[in-house]
């Protein structure tokens, strides 16, 4: 009864480990979880009030299929503002989220047989996402020692005559890592060489530490951005991860395509939701640097705790809020005479004995590592730090 193209896919494993930590919890057993990516903070009150008030003032209806011209607005001013970029109300969709976003994309772009190159690690959906479009994911394989950068002749020793798209995410989920202005120049190179769409998923865009200045690889060229199509959206940022609003922008076709497959599925985002966006992208930032800087605090502690832990090495990335250790020193280890022979049985067994859920780096594709979020509370991070340490001991 079930179609061959939901068996060749499986859950979201960053989902489920969030799941069985919320199990857990319910039963009244005490766990700090550094699973999901989704902030502690609440969403900003400016926010919230505007959203109230478009409830208040029966803002409740459909709304067109591809966003609000208010909120398509805010967009084109926010990639003016902050990259440089121009595009019209054509060139936009926002869609229930970014992951909503990319599901309409490759369903838009993909055939069967196609490729897509996804560098790893990689975030959890990007593999089974192109599979549900028909398409093959190509991946190339990065280690802590390159600080998951993928290089360019990696990428032209991917590609093939069915080579679509490659798959660029920076800041980076699980690792947290970014790529420069020169070294997206060279990216984007090799697939304007070869004709290839450039995915650049944006979402964690205004989190970014140090003196880092990100870029979007769509800045690099008018030609560079002829090919790139760009999802970003309110989630991380802005702390409205429930709120469920992403945005894409790309050629007028492309976006044509995700708005015909939107309107046979999800209709339009909601209403409220689409206000609540708005008023985010236009409204004060205060709320937004003040997170940014707390997790930038977080992110110094937590890097400095892994890596004084025997066994664990971790290097400090420059944006979102995961640190991604090589957790390899760890492994082949016993316990009550379980031996633990994999970054997921480890994932276990903290769960199960330092009462932490974190997620195997397996399942980003990335074998001996494990990724820790830090979209938590201080108060967690160093209680959920002092149980792994304890428990390794």
């Known amino acids: ?54 409830i208040n003032k029966g803002f409740t209806k459909y709304c067109p299929v591809a966003g609000t011209v208010d909120l398509k607005d805010a967009i084109i001013k926010k990639f003016k503002q902050d990259n440089n970029l121009d595009y019209t109300k054509e060139e936009i969709i926002v869609s229930c989220g970014g992951k909503h976003s990319l599901y309409n994309l490759f369903q838009s772009v993909f055939d069967d047989g196609d490729e897509v190159i996804i560098p790893a690690p990689y975030w959890v959906s990007y593999p089974d996402m192109a599979i549900l479009a028909g398409a093959k994911p190509v991946f190339i394989h990065t280690s802590d020692k390159e600080h998951f ?16 798209a490659f798959i660029l995410n920076s800041p980076s989920n699980p690792t947290g890592n970014t790529y420069t202005r020169e070294e997206l120049k060279e990216i984007a190179d090799v ?30 060229s008018d030609e560079v951005k002829a090919h790139t199509v760009v999802v970003n959206g309110v989630s991380k940022a802005f702390a409205m991860t429930g709120w469920r609003i992403g945005y894409t922008a790309g050629p007028k076709e492309i976006i044509a395509a995700m708005t015909k497959i939107q309107s046979q599925s999800t ?56 640190v991604f250790p090589n957790i390899s020193g760890l492994l082949k280890k016993s316990y009550n005479g379980k031996l633990i022979n994999t970054d997921t049985e480890m994932a276990e067994y903290l769960l199960e004995n330092a009462r932490i859920a974190v997620v195997p780096g397996s399942a ?30």
């Not at 304007?192 to 690889?217: N, P, R």
């Not at 980003?364 to 001991?393: C, P, Q, W």
Request: with cysteine.
């Open 364 to 393: 980003f594709g990335a074998d001996g590592y494990m990724r820790f979020s830090y979209a938590t509370s201080m108060e967690k991070i160093v209680e959920g730090l002092n149980r792994l340490e304890n428990s390794l001991k």
């Open 149 to 164: 950068k993928v290089k360019p002749e990696a990428i032209e020793k991917s590609i093939t005559r069915k080579t679509k």
């Open 267 to 322: 209709s339009c985002p909601s209403s409220i939701s689409l206000k609540a966006a708005t008023e985010a992208l236009n409204g004060p930032k205060e709320s937004l640097e003040m997170m940014r800087k707390e997790f930038e605090k977080r992110r110094n502690y937590i890097v400095e705790r892994l890596n004084g832990i025997k066994g664990i090495t971790c290097l400090k990335p420059e944006g979102a809020f995961y």
């Open 191 to 220: 697939c304007i060489k070869h004709d290839i769409l450039i995915i650049s998923d944006e979402i964690y865009e205004k989190l970014v530490y140090d003196t880092f200045k990100f870029c979007s690889i769509a800045q690099i």
């Open 1 to 54: 009864m079930i179609s061959k193209r939901v068996q060749s896919i499986k859950p979201s494993p960053t989902l489920a480990i969030d799941l069985k930590a919320k199990t857990l919890k319910a039963q009244g057993i005490d766990i700090i979880s550094f699973g999901t990516g989704e902030p502690d903070f609440d969403t900003p009150q400016n926010i919230k009030d505007f959203a109230i008030d478009a």
